[in-house]
Structure formats: structure tokens, C-alpha cells
């Protein structure tokens, strides 16, 4: 349903985005309706991007004319349904159950009728949310990508690529630790986008950490610590653009402020605590091979037992899935079979982001330059080129070497992406309810809520857990950036102001905190959030469960945070120096994993 929902033509999208000013009251609430036949004469149909945005744009409309023609201000309701989808995803360990839940008291709560909102409400849940989810043209790439990634990975798998791949990498990787290591360190080369690097990372080194016996939800947490925390830290990635684009438009009305917005991006970046501290508590639990919490049960259980997830998980069925892609006894284990689509992906998405971004630049008559080129590419239309690249060099591989016919070539693809559909489906329920959120405006409660008089100092860790809360209920850290950037950049300033400090130089640093706090908590709410679509995307590209991944990897976020925060943030605020509290909080996070961190059962002798 949601794929054939995906499909629909752009026309019935455009006539869903009118909403309908006046609704009768006996009729169901939603926050769109078709236009009446002849409200407007015939004119020639909008490309299709500017429709889907159209769509956004009239949702969140209609949703504050719904709000405000009723006359009401749901306050705290406005983020009941994201914590009650996140308890119920935790307790009942049932994801798509929860965010259903979470979406339909959402779109109860919007209607304003405590009566029969609920029975409105549940239709609007697919009519409105869903809808809205799917239509939308950014997220409609990233299904189509990892779609697209997975029938790569399917085709490289029955092609016998995969198990090359195996072959020689466990030559270096004979070890459990080696084998967490080497995901590590492929999770940083990955640094230009953290969707690309989640699907890529996870997908290829799976079969490599399968055969050493490391769990996958440690393999799920390497690729999400990885993911987030490289991408907003490197200088030239997907996220840089719209970053900087935020912090420009935050700081351009700042009275006798006028440092550039990537200026102040580079000076935040010894501010980011947490992303920093993320990359290195990865590599120290990888190095040091001892775990703590849930992640040392399930590192224990794959050791010993070889069950590398948990028994009655989701990942059962995804094994039993893969099935359906083991290459043939006679296959040629060639690495070319899986190195060359790889390649293509991964150059493919770096000529993409190149391509646009220099048409962007050219348009918009900016510098030439590889951060404005990469700050200006579009990163959707990069991954979707990619995939389909990826894809097709992979069934040229396989079915010129005549490893497979055209027919079992398409079915190996097919099976591949099949993998992805239950990942998908999660997916498209958190956008929904992201959109839930923005009708509620679950952002305003949470800011209204944390903005009182403080003392400069602590501006920027109040912005951190704000920006950490935000994202964790919406589940979006691109989504938090956006509604917190524009309004805590004028309050740190603002506060500072108060005091007489703004036009000190002295005091810049809780600017450039607080711009680091925002991308760090966003980071930090998203690895937290079960409702999170980077650590989805990180279940699905590890084949974890994703309760399962969420619960064993949240005891490490919550330590590295808190660590961020007590440590480095606060300290910061008040003047002291970044370079002295960060191999502070490094040792301490080495003393963490050595006092309560335990070694892993001894391992099995190395695969010969």
C-alpha cells in the first residue's frame, strides 16, 4: 500500500496540497481536501518536485489554521504522541505498532474533538501524515535509494562478490576486534553523506563481522556512531550546506555581528563534544574489546553461541530473507563482482554531489569552491544517479560472466530489496509522525519550555539538551538543526546582550558553543531515539532488530553525552579552554570502559 501510495501521479499530490479553508463540522477533520472542479482555470502542471514540496508546505498551513480557527493551544499534548510512540516502541519492543500509535494520537489530538477525533483522527493518520510522508520528494529519494542499495547488495551477494569480499578481509580481520575496527574505520572514509554511509558500511561489512561472531547490534551501533557524527564534523559534506545555510540566516540580523556563517561553522567544530567523543568511545570499545550493559549480553551470547541476534527477533525473518540471495554452489567468488558496484556507489554519489552542486553554484553566481560545491549539491538526486549505476553494473557483472541468467539476475535484485521493505515501512511512520509533530508544534512547547533567563554560561548546555530532547522526539536531527538554529543563535545573543557582552570578543566561544550544541544534541537525541531515521536506517542496514539496537546502544550514547555535556560543554561555557576538558573527557571515557566495561568471553580460534 505504501509503495502504490508512492507511485501516485503528481497530479493526485497537487490536488491533496489545497487544503479546504472551511470544512463542515459533521464532516471528518483532516488538514487537506481536494479544490472544487472549477475553482481555478486549467494550467499547465508544476514539475513534480515543486508539487511534493507544495504538499509540505500546505500540510504545515492547513495544520496552523486548524489550530488557530479552533482557538486552541494544545501545550504539553503537544508532545505526548512522541513520548508515548517511544515507550510503547521500548516496552512492547513492536516499532511499527508504536509509531502507529504515536501517529494516530497525534492526528487525534490536531482534530481538537475529544469525541470522535479518534475515528477521524485514524483516517487522517494514512490520508494526511502517511501521505504527506511519502509524497514528499527527499523522502521519496531515500526510499528509492535504499531500495536501490538493496538490491546491490542482494545481486553482489548471489554473484558470489560478497564472499570474496569475506575471503580477503578476514585475511586482516581474523578477529572479532579487528573486524569492529575495520567497520570503524570504513564508517569514516564514508564521511561525505550519513545515509550513504550507513547503507554502505552496513551492507558490506556484515558478512566480514557475521563470520568473526560480533553481534549485530554491535554492528548496528559501530554504523550509526559512525554515520552522524563524521558527517557533520568533516568540511566537505552533505551536511555542511545546510548547516552553514542555517547559521548564515540565524546570525545575518545580529546587530555589530558580522564574522561569515562558515567562519563560524569551523571556529564551533572544537565545541562539538559530542560527535568528537562518539568517533572516539567507537574506536575505544572496538580496541580495548570490552563492553558493558546491554551490548556485553549480546556480544556474550554471539561469542559463545554464534547466535549473532537476539532468538524471536525481527532479524529472523531478514535472515531467513537472505536466504533467498546465498549464491549458488558453483558461483566464482570474484572480488571484482563486489568491489566494482561498490566503487561506482560511492564515486558515483561523490560525481553526483560534484555535478549538482557546481550547476547550484553557476546558478546562484557564488565562488567556485569545493565547500560551496558540496554545501550546495543535492545529495538526494547524487544517491538516486548512484544506486541506479551501482545496480546496473552489478547486473552487467553477473550476467556477462553468465554466473546468473537475466531472469535469476532480477529476482536475486528483487529479493534484495525485499529486505528493505519492513526498514521502509518504519521509515515512512517516523516521517509521519515527524509531520504530527510540526502540526502540534512540539518544537515550540520544547523551546518555550527551556527559554528562560540564564546566565551566559549555560547557554549552551541548556541548547544542547534542548536540541537533544527535540530530536529525540521527533526523531530528526536534520529536522531539529532547522527549528532550533534560527532561534537559539539570537538568544545566545540576546543573553549576552543583557549583560554587556556581546560586542566582547571575548565571549564569541558561547556563540560558537552554542552553535555545536545544536548539532551535537540533535546527534545525540537522534542516536538515543528509537523513532530516529538514521538509526533505522542503521537496523536495517545491519539486519539488527531495531529495539534491539536502540536498547544496547542508548547506556553508551547516555554515557558519551553526559560525559560531553558534564564535562565539556558546561565548562567551556564559562571560559575554559576546549583543548584542556576534551583529553579530559577522553580519559574519561577510558576509564569508564576499563572500570565498568568487562572483556568478552575469550574468542573462538581465529577463521582459518
Not at 504522541?81 to 508504536?98: E, M, N, S, T, Y
Not at 561525505?192 to 556484515?206: E, H, K, P, Q, S
Not at 538526486?381 to 549505476?389: D, E, G, P, R, V
Request: hydrophobic residues 55%.
Amino acid at each position: 500500500m505504501l509503495l502504490l501510495a508512492l507511485a501516485a501521479p503528481p497530479a493526485l499530490a497537487q490536488d491533496a496540497a489545497v487544503p479546504d479553508p472551511a470544512p463542515p463540522p459533521e464532516a471528518p477533520v483532516t488538514l487537506q481536501a481536494p479544490p472544487p472542479p472549477d475553482a481555478a482555470p486549467v494550467v499547465p502542471a508544476p514539475p513534480a518536485d515543486a508539487v511534493v514540496h507544495d504538499l509540505d508546505a500546505a500540510d504545515a498551513e492547513a495544520s496552523a489554521a486548524v489550530a488557530e480557527a479552533d482557538g486552541r493551544n494544545v501545550g504539553w499534548l503537544a508532545i505526548l504522541p512522541a513520548l508515548i510512540a517511544i515507550a510503547a516502541a521500548l516496552l512492547f519492543r513492536q516499532v511499527i505498532a508504536a509509531l502507529f500509535l504515536g501517529v494516530w494520537l497525534g492526528a487525534w489530538i490536531v482534530t481538537g474533538d475529544l469525541a470522535t477525533g479518534w475515528f477521524t483522527g485514524l483516517f487522517a493518520t494514512v490520508q494526511v501524515y502517511v501521505l504527506a510522508a511519502l509524497a514528499d520528494a527527499d523522502h521519496a529519494a531515500i526510499i528509492i535509494f535504499t531500495l536501490m542499495i538493496g538490491g546491490t547488495v542482494g545481486l553482489i551477494q548471489k554473484n558470489g562478490g560478497t564472499a570474496a569480499i569475506v575471503d580477503v578481509a578476514t585475511k586482516w580481520a581474523r578477529s572479532a576486534g579487528r573486524g569492529q575496527m575495520a567497520t570503524a574505520l570504513l564508517g569514516t572514509a564514508v564521511f561525505f553523506d550519513d545515509y550513504a554511509n550507513t547503507l554502505i558500511v552496513g551492507g558490506t561489512m556484515r558478512p566480514i563481522t557475521d563470520r568473526l561472531r560480533v553481534s549485530r547490534e554491535k554492528l548496528a551501533y559501530i554504523v550509526d556512531s559512525t554515520a552522524a557524527p563524521i558527517a557533520c564534523l568533516a568540511l566537505t559534506t552533505t551536511w555542511i550546506g545546510y548547516e552553514v545555510g542555517l547559521i548564515g540566516t540565524a546570525i545575518a540580523d545580529l546587530p555589530d555581528y558580522d564574522e561569515g556563517a562558515y567562519s563560524v561553522f569551523l571556529n564551533s567544530i572544537p565545541y562539538s563534544f559530542y560527535p568528537i567523543l562518539a568517533l572516539f568511545f567507537v574506536y575505544l570499545v572496538a580496541g580495548t574489546r570490552r563492553d558493558f550493559g546491554p551490548m556485553l549480553a549480546a556480544e556474550r551470547r554471539a561469542r559463545e553461541t554464534g547466535q549473532l541476534f537476539r532468538p524471536g527477533s525481527n532479524a529472523e525473518a531478514a535472515e531467513a530473507e537472505a536466504e533467498a540471495t546465498a549464491p549458488p554452489p558453483d558461483a566464482p567468488k570474484r572480488l571484482i563482482n563486489a568491489v566494482l558496484p561498490i566503487a561506482v556507489l560511492v564515486v558515483g554519489v561523490l560525481a553526483g554531489l560534484f555535478i549538482t552542486g557546481r550547476a547550484a553554484v553557476i546558478e546562484g553566481g557564488a565562488e567556485m569552491t569545493i565547500t560551496n560545491v558540496v554545501g550546495e549539491a543535492n545529495s538526494y538526486t547524487a544517491m538516486m544517479w548512484a544506486s541506479l549505476a551501482s545496480v546496473l553494473t552489478a547486473v552487467a557483472l553477473t550476467v556477462g560472466q553468465r554466473i546468473l541468467t537475466l531472469g535469476d539476475t532480477i529476482d536475486a535484485w528483487y529479493a534484495g530489496m525485499r529486505t528493505m521493505l519492513l526498514a521502509i515501512v518504519i521509515l515512512v511512520l517516523a516521517w509521519s509522525l515527524a509531520n504530527v509533530n510540526d502540526a502540534l508544534g512540539t518544537a515550540d512547547v520544547l523551546v518555550d519550555a527551556l527559554s528562560g533567563a540564564v546566565l551566559p554560561g549555560f547557554v549552551p548546555a541548556i541548547v544542547f539538551l534542548l536540541a537533544a530532547a527535540t530530536a529525540f522526539s521527533t526523531g530528526s536531527s536534520w529536522g531539529t538543526m532547522g527549528i532550533l538554529m534560527p532561534l537559539v543563535i539570537p538568544l545566545a545573543w540576546g543573553v549576552l546582550a543583557a549583560d554587556g557582552l556581546h560586542t566582547s570578543g571575548e565571549y564569541h566561544h558561547i556563540i560558537y558553543s552554542t552553535v555545536s550544541a545544536v548539532l551535537a544534541g540533535a546527534v545525540w537525541g537522534d542516536h538515543c531515539s528509537p523513532i530516529s531515521d538514521t538509526t533505522i536506517l542503521s537496523s536495517l542496514a545491519s539486519s539488527c532488530d531495531h529495539i534491539d539496537h536502540v536498547r544496547t546502544q542508548l547506556p553508551y550514547a547516555l554515557t558519551t553525552g553526559g560525559v560531553a555535556l558534564l564535562l565539556g560543554t558546561i565548562p567551556t561555557g564559562f571560559n575554559v579552554p576546549w583543548w584542556v576538558m576534551m583529553p579530559i573527557c577522553a580519559l574519561v571515557l577510558v576509564g569508564v570502559i576499563r572500570f565498568v566495561g568487562e572483556p568478552v568471553e575469550p574468542e573462538p580460534e581465529p577463521v582459518a
